[in-house]
């Protein structure tokens, strides 16, 4: 029986390539350079998209694929998928949920102790002779016993308040109602309230038409010149230019972000400020959480063309 054809948005790493080949027909978006010549007639046969969460599949790419049967997408995000177009089409959709919760969590919490306590500029102080030319580093700001919010108790929101637990934090969440699994953090309904009584405020939301900016001017201004956004979830959760003239006013304190508009080109403002801390959306970038999402990848195309249950489907 001949192999299904398969189409590779982006890049996988070569444990994945080598296991997808071994089942399917693969086809390389990312290396075509003529993307419009690339759908040709063979490429038609398409049955089955994998792509990572900040790729998705557009209703444009999605037709032009007619025998298209499945998106598989390497993250637990799938915003970036056209899932009116799929299910108008029937066609199916599943993502990489759990396995990346814990790394994505950590970065969130490493992200806060890395700004707060100024470890990126720290090391350049010591790399530079200024700890010897200047003497002391200048005085950061401590983490434990201070205010966090949450912004979305969803798993990984959960997982960061956890944590959060271990630094003797206040902490508060908000969510479209109250969680009954949440125990100890403050449910508070409204962000710009959240972010109010907030001194470090952390975006854990699945990102959706609803969430978009959610993180408003007002959310900034409540957070406020002492306060830090750390941005885990995506973009589109919060108005950036609003962020950047924050940043550039120091009407917001700092912020420490895994993901933007455009990425990866980012806005160039953001290159100009010492009050960010910039980093390549890779929260779930471990080679243990990556192999375990690419498994899952490859598992839920099996079951589909095996006619089985999906392991995690969207749609
Ligand atoms: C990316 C993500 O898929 O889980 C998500 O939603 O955005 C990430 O895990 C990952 O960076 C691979 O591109």
Same mark, same amino acid.
């Given at each position: ?7 590779? /948005?982006?890049?996988? %790493?070569?444990?994945?390539? /080598? ?24 490429? &038609? ?20 694929? @007619?025998?298209?049967? +499945? +998106?598989? /997408? ?11 177009? &799929?299910?108008?089409?029937?066609? $199916? ?21 890395? *700004? ?7 090391? $350049? ?8 030319? *200047? #003497?002391?580093? %200048? ?9 966090? #919010?949450?912004?979305?108790? #969803?798993?990984?929101?959960?997982? +960061?308040?956890? $944590? ?9 969440? =908000?969510?479209?109602?109250?969680? @009954? ?16 009584? =907030? ?12 969430? $978009? ?5 007002? /959310?900034?201004?409540?957070? #406020? %010149? ?41 806005? *160039? ?10 980093? %390549? ?31 995690? @489907?969207?749609?």
């Amino acid at each position: 029986m001949s192999k299904p054809e398969i189409l590779l /948005v982006g890049a996988y %790493p070569e444990w994945d390539l /080598v296991e997808l080949e071994k089942t399917y027909n693969v086809h390389k978006l990312y290396e075509a350079s003529d993307k419009d010549a690339f759908f040709d007639e063979k490429r &038609c046969n398409i049955r089955a998209i994998a792509t990572r969460g900040e790729l998705g599949a557009s209703a444009s790419l999605i037709g032009k694929l @007619p025998k298209l049967e +499945v +998106v598989s /997408v390497y993250g637990v995000g799938y915003d970036a998928v056209d899932l009116a177009t &799929c299910r108008e089409k029937g066609i $199916r959709v599943t993502n990489t949920p759990d396995v990346l919760t814990n790394d994505v969590a950590d970065l969130g919490i490493a992200m806060m102790l890395t *700004q707060s306590r100024g470890m990126i500029g720290a090391e $350049r102080w010591v790399k530079d002779g200024s700890w010897a030319a *200047q #003497g002391l580093y %200048p005085l950061k700001r401590r983490v434990w016993g201070r205010r966090a #919010g949450v912004l979305g108790l #969803g798993r990984i929101g959960f997982e +960061v308040a956890k $944590r959060l637990k271990g630094f003797d934090m206040d902490i508060a969440y =908000s969510d479209v109602s109250e969680k @009954p699994y949440a125990e100890g953090p403050t449910y508070v309904a409204d962000a710009v309230a959240l972010a109010e009584r =907030s001194d470090f405020l952390f975006v854990t939301l699945a990102a959706s038409a609803a969430t $978009r900016h959610i993180v408003s001017r007002d /959310v900034l201004a409540a957070l #406020g %010149p002492d306060g830090m956004l750390i941005n885990i979830s995506r973009a589109s959760n919060i108005d950036e230019d609003a962020l950047l003239a924050a940043l550039e006013s120091g009407n917001l304190g700092s912020a420490a972000l895994d993901v933007f508009e455009g990425e990866p080109k980012l806005n *160039q403002r953001f290159l100009g400020l010492d009050n960010v801390l910039l980093q %390549p959306h890779h929260a779930s970038g471990t080679i243990e959480t990556r192999k375990a999402m690419g498994k899952l990848v490859r598992d839920n195309l099996a079951a589909h063309f095996a006619n089985a249950p999906l392991p995690t @489907p969207v749609v």
